[in-house]
């Protein structure tokens, strides 16, 4: 997921107004790690992030286009031998499914591998109305995977029929909910479905909110949270929380928002940042995954490339970890 340019400051929306507190979760267990580190090596940039019902978590590299594999008990993560991936520089988005298999995409591929690092398919994304594809996050729901493309305002889609992962295609271009916004600065990012696949939600940096699609009628409205700006990077949905990763027009750090039973409109109830967390815990964060009661976020360090070693994921406590 990537972060928004300097450009598109002046086709920001309202200034984000200050959330509320977050009240501490309840505990989670002790001897777990604060910090993980995908790796020591130079240039690698950590982007996006998975973990599965295990606790294995996998890691993509902006930098180098490459997987890395660990577990929430221990701290360091291991490269994961991903077949395939030698010709991508970049990896950003990477999700699991039911299967076991690790999804990921990157420049115009999304790729299918499954537990072992062996390759099970590879496709290709066409170009777009603003011309070759920069594919930036997916989500993989009942009978599909959708992608969103950081250089068009398009949603690609695959079918999904028997596990097999059919062509990914333009599904819909998000240009039909807000004509009059100019086409190069949609900038979408990251994407999440609900249970059935029927909703999804879409964010883009450059209109500074999240879009709802309707998969039936692929009706597009904006998320209606007040009057914040709200410019998501990396998002996760579970139930009617929405978290998400802001690293642009605001303060940088996690903002969850509790959601309408249609995912139409929220608030925000928690703001979890540098400053309100007491510390530096995140780096440039540009997304987020849940399990159990906590929260896992990349530090990706993309402000100032190459960074510098180690590339890290900051663990923290979900304070809504009571909330269905």
Known sequence: MRRAPTRTACLAAAVLLAALAGAPGPAVARDLPDTYVVSRAPGVLPEGIAV?????????????????RGHIGRPDLRPFPARGLESRPSTLGVHTDRRGRVLSVGGATLTVHDRHGRLLATRTAQGGPLGAPHLNDLVVTKDAVYVTDWANPVVHRAELRGGTVGPLEPWFD??????????????????VANESGSTLLVASNGTEAVWRIDTADRKATRLDLGEQSFGADGMVLRGRTLYAVLNYGAPHGVYIARLDEELRTGTVT???????LGGEPFDLPTTLARHGCRLYVVNSQL????????????ALDDPTCDTP
């Not at 902006?62 to 997987?67: K, N, V, W």
């Not at 928690?270 to 309100?276: D, G, M, P």
């Open 270 to 276: 928690h703001r979890l940042t540098n400053e309100s």
């Open 52 to 68: 599965t019902p295990d606790g294995t978590l996998y890691v993509s590299s902006d930098g180098t286009g490459a997987l890395y």
């Open 174 to 191: 998000i240009r039909d909910a807000f004509p009059q916004f100019p086409a190069q600065y949609w900038l979408l990012n990251g994407i």
């Open 303 to 314: 402000d100032e490339p190459p960074g510098r070693p180690p590339y890290t994921v900051s």
